[in-house]
């Protein structure tokens, strides 16, 4: 399974990347630093345990922000108010908020640009509930 989301940090911080689902592994990959603040950088970079990250992702690279074994995956929720369109969870102790839908304020590459929309964000997270079910 494979998804274009968007990490959500804080009110307005977010990246866009690819979450996907093989062999056991979830694997969460940002592309470039999104509308993240210097801040949520770093406080990403710490949340990953991943030295670098931070200066990777605002350099406009992608980088893999977690790759963990569907285990170490938990408290995984769909809360009512991202209405199909979203999820939490964490990955150890850290923990992550996911959109399926693109927020206002954020750009993609080009070669992605028209996705995110409302029908195909919402697909996506019934498909990741099914997935994600234990």
Do not use: C
């Not at 399974?1 to 979450?19: A, D, F, K, Q, Y």
């Not at 210097?38 to 992608?62: C, K, T, V, W």
Request: hydrophobic letters at 40%.
């Amino acid at each position: 399974m494979r998804s274009l989301v968007w990490l959500m940090m804080g009110s307005t911080g977010s990246v866009p990347g690819e979450l996907h689902l093989s062999d056991g592994r979830l694997v969460f990959e940002a592309y470039g630093r999104g509308a993240l603040t210097g801040g949520q950088l770093r406080e990403l970079e710490a949340r990953a345990g991943r030295p670098g990250l931070g200066g990777h992702l605002d350099a406009g690279r992608a980088g893999v922000v977690f790759d963990a074994p569907v285990d170490a995956v938990g408290a995984v929720s769909f809360p009512w108010y991202y209405f199909g369109g979203g999820m939490r969870l964490r990955v150890g102790e850290a923990p992550y908020r996911f959109s399926f839908l693109q927020p206002q304020n954020t750009r993609l590459p080009g070669d992605l640009r028209g996705a995110g929309d409302i029908p195909a964000g919402r697909a996506a997270g019934r498909g990741w509930k099914q997935a994600l079910r234990r």
